[in-house]
């Protein structure tokens, strides 16, 4: 089992930045995509961005691309979301997310989905200000 806790959420003004952790344990950190997803009260769960095992590859939703920018230290066992340039429309629970499925075997899209993604983290509340 892969325990995945996430922490860095907040109250921010429009045009401000967060940056978002995840901290990983219970499993071999670098054995895993790394994905993160939000959701909105009312919506359901959405993809935001993902990074292959070694943080050679990133995915972005068009909604935040540019904005964000999603990393990892595999030595730390850490996962992060960095946030600039937030809008009302960002706030949402965030949720970090790992999956052991390859991307040998699995296109792309498939870490799009909630489907792809095996362990998840309770959340953490971003609330954006207008």
């Known amino acids: 089992q892969m325990q995945l806790v996430e922490s860095g959420g907040g109250l921010v003004q429009a045009g401000g930045s967060l940056r978002l952790s995840c901290a990983a344990s219970?499993?071999?950190?670098?054995?895993?995509?790394m994905g993160w997803f939000r959701q909105a009260p009312g919506k359901e769960r959405e993809f935001v961005a993902h990074?292959?095992?070694?943080?050679?590859?990133?995915y972005y939703a068009d909604s935040v691309k540019g904005r964000f920018t999603i990393s990892r230290d595999n030595a730390e066992n850490t996962a992060y979301l960095q946030m600039n340039s937030l809008k009302p429309e960002d706030t949402a629970v965030y949720y970090c997310?790992?999956?052991?499925?390859?991307?040998?075997?699995?296109?792309?899209?498939?870490?799009?989905?909630?489907?792809?993604?095996?362990?998840w983290g309770q959340g953490t509340q971003v609330t954006v200000s207008s």
């Open positions: 990074i292959t095992r070694n943080g050679g590859s990133t």
């Open positions: 997310a790992a999956s052991a499925a390859s991307h040998t075997y699995y296109p792309v899209t498939y870490y799009y989905t909630v489907r792809g993604f095996q362990y």
């Open positions: 219970g499993r071999t950190f670098s054995n895993y995509v």
